[in-house]
């Protein structure tokens, strides 16, 4: 009765403990479900689209909680760039396409840096935030709201591309204008020509012809005013697509005043980036070096693997396969070189042969014996000592052979002395 008793109360604590956690259980998941009217938020701010391999920013805004972390799921192929995350975040872990941010106070606003898939199409991003409400003072759980999609879209693999140059032969009345076209744009034909007029709004055209190939062009530019400032750019129109280059100024000569020609503003900037994808596979070098370029300039990339990588191929503004590449800055820019481990080809080692070794024949010598005259000697046999351990033969000496004649002598005497006892009694009673 006791034992039963017993199993029925620790029965009873069961079923008051389980309930007890699937009460707490729900009142979590119902505090989750509340936690935006509590204040507890987090929202993400993407771009509208990007490049295939493009690297490029996610911000999440995070408010009402501490001591917690976002969880953020990638898209497939899309991959964080290790390292990149800004802001009050203490750690972060990455598994696969799951990225984890841990922080021990409110964060706000935070950033991580993400590459973009090589496929082009809508991807999705999901994520959660867990935490202790600063309201509340109660642990919730929330989704990330905000910006989810992004559009991964090739870009046109050519852009047409003229910049200006400085006039040379400045005379009175004429001017030589010159121009390079550097990138034809997928056009067969570029019509090339400059715009020039005394004022930034131009107004006139001077034709420099049409051209099949890039390279350098230039028109002489007749009846001009002494002493007079005029403007011009370069100009190309091709393939529906127009592009001009930068504004430059010249003064035309008056009497003894020398001729000047400079950039209306300061030459304008762009700037190259490169990522290598991944990280350790390798580097990518700049020819003219330093990343920061003048409008048209054509920067050489090379890409250099590492031990055990080798290039495999360019994205974002530049592509193929072509190692090194030229590209020509007329915008920021930004490129991703991917790089791909070696096959790695494994070389068994080649099995020795093991050495037999063949015994030779230990000679024999045979004695033969002489007889004598004189008689045999009588062979002495010698007896080997006794011993307790068997021979191969399980023969040997019987241990009891030794113990017994001593257990012998030991019974003897205990009989004598029994006697001897037995005997002074009888003599005790005859007296």
Not at 195 to 206: A, C, H, I, R, V
Request: net charge negative; proline share 6%; charged share 15%.
């Amino acid at each position: 009765m006791v034992k039963s008793a017993q199993i029925s109360l620790i029965l009873k604590l069961s079923l008051v403990l389980s309930f007890s956690v699937m009460f707490l259980v729900v009142m979590q998941l119902v505090g989750g479900a509340t936690a935006m009217a509590d204040g507890a938020s987090a929202t993400r701010t993407l771009p509208a689209e990007v490049q295939p391999s493009e690297r490029f920013e996610v911000s999440i805004d995070c408010k009402g909680i501490q001591i917690g972390g976002v969880s953020e799921i990638l898209p497939e192929g899309f991959i964080y760039v290790e390292g990149s995350v800004s802001g009050d975040i203490v750690f972060e872990e990455v598994v696969d396409r799951k990225v984890a941010f841990g922080f021990m106070s409110e964060p706000g606003v935070f950033t991580y840096d993400v590459i973009a898939s090589d496929d082009p199409g809508m991807y999705d991003f999901s994520g959660v935030v867990k935490g202790k409400s600063i309201i509340e003072d109660k642990e919730v759980e929330v989704s990330v709201t905000g910006s989810s999609n992004i559009l991964v879209q090739m870009v046109t693999e050519h852009q047409l591309t003229v910049i200006t140059f400085n006039t040379t032969l400045i005379g009175d009345d004429s001017v030589v204008l010159q121009g390079s076209l550097n990138d034809m744009g997928g056009a067969e034909i570029v019509a090339v020509s400059f715009d020039w007029g005394t004022t930034g709004s131009y107004g006139n055209t001077l034709s420099a012809g049409q051209m099949s190939a890039t390279g350098q062009f230039s028109a002489e530019l007749t009846g001009l005013a002494g002493g007079t400032t005029y403007h011009f750019r370069a100009k190309a129109t091709g393939n529906g697509m127009t592009a001009f280059g930068q504004g430059v100024t010249f003064v035309t000569i008056q009497e003894n005043l020398p001729a000047t020609s400079e950039p209306t503003t300061t030459p304008i900037m762009y700037t190259l980036e490169a990522v290598a994808n991944p990280p350790e596979g390798g580097s990518v070098d700049f020819s003219p070096p330093g990343g920061n370029y003048a409008v048209g300039t054509i920067v050489t990339l090379t890409a250099n693997a590492a031990q055990d990588y080798e290039f495999d191929n360019w994205s974002g503004d530049l592509s193929g396969s072509e190692n090194p590449e030229t590209i020509t800055m007329t915008a920021e820019k930004s490129v991703t070189v991917k790089f791909e481990l070696k096959d790695v080809v494994t070389v068994s080692p080649t099995p020795t042969a093991t050495p037999t070794i063949t015994p030779t024949a230990t000679p024999t010598t045979t004695l033969t014996a002489t007889p004598t005259n004189k008689p045999a000697a009588k062979p002495k046999v010698t007896q080997p000592p006794a011993t307790s351990e068997p021979d191969e033969n399980g023969g040997g000496v019987n241990p009891w052979v030794i113990i017994g004649p001593i257990v012998g002598v030991l019974a003897l005497g205990l009989l004598g002395y029994f006697l001897w006892i037995k005997k002074q009694e009888e003599g005790t009673k005859t007296d």
